[in-house]
């Protein structure tokens, strides 16, 4: 199976910083590799998919790149809604793993 | 629009059983998998497995394998998951979501509200 591992665990920033959040994978993936968003209590939310590309409705300053086993989610400018869990998650191949999470507070 | 809706909380004893329903609108059941994930209490999120919703074939999370049935009902675009020998370990929010096919790459881009699953004696 394909580990997925986040770093870092937890981080803490300002409103209006620029953040980034890196993602490894144990063997390639391709660019097989998605992003969500989780604010508590609330269901995930797809962020970024096939590594570079945004969804449909999410704001601009989030952006991702990466392919192989190295990932990355940038937010290039911190909103106060952006305050929340971000995870990856391989969709190379099954089980479609996730990373274990980057919690992302307020400094 | 798009909406997964899932069935209600539930409390379980150990060893019993739980399904939990997952209904679909908006978009066309048979052309899209179901997966489901699930959150144990101030956890990460973990994947059990997936559905087509159009033959009805399944992939589970090995470590799931023997007690976890996924299902479908495409005469009313629902989805389904149990899980049977429920143990502590298992409370946990489970949610469905939509996927592609089993080799789509796309990731899961609508998702349910979830369903608290406690297990307690």
């Known amino acids: 199976d394909i580990q997925m591992t986040q770093s870092p665990s937890s981080l803490s920033a300002s409103v209006g910083d620029r953040v980034t959040i890196t993602c490894r994978a144990s063997q390639s993936i391709s660019s097989y590799l998605n992003w969500y968003q989780q604010k508590p209590g609330k269901a995930p939310k797809l962020l970024i998919y096939?590594?570079?590309s945004l969804q449909s409705g999410v704001p601009s300053r989030f952006s991702g790149s990466g392919s192989g086993t190295d990932f990355t989610l940038t937010i290039s400018s911190l909103q106060p809604e952006d305050f929340a869990t971000y995870y990856c998650q391989q969709s190379y191949s099954t089980p479609r793993a996730f990373g274990q999470g980057t919690r992302l507070e307020i400094k | 629009q798009v909406h997964l809706v899932q069935s209600g909380a539930e409390v379980k004893k150990p060893g019993a059983s739980v399904k939990v329903s997952c209904k679909t609108s908006?978009?066309?059941?048979?052309?899209?998998?179901i997966s489901w994930v699930r959150q144990a209490p101030g956890q990460g999120l973990e994947w059990m497995g997936w559905?087509?919703?159009?033959?009805?074939?399944?992939n589970y999370a090995q470590k799931l394998q023997g007690r976890i049935t996924m299902t479908t009902d495409t005469s009313t675009s629902t989805a389904y998951m149990e899980l049977r020998s429920l143990r502590s370990d298992d409370t946990a929010v489970y949610y469905c979501a939509r996927d592609g096919e089993l080799s789509s790459h796309d990731g899961f881009d609508i998702w349910g509200e979830g369903t608290m699953v406690t297990v307690s004696s």
């Open positions: 908006g978009y066309t059941f048979t052309s899209y998998g």
């Open positions: 096939a590594a570079s």
């Open positions: 559905i087509s919703g159009y033959i009805g074939n399944t």
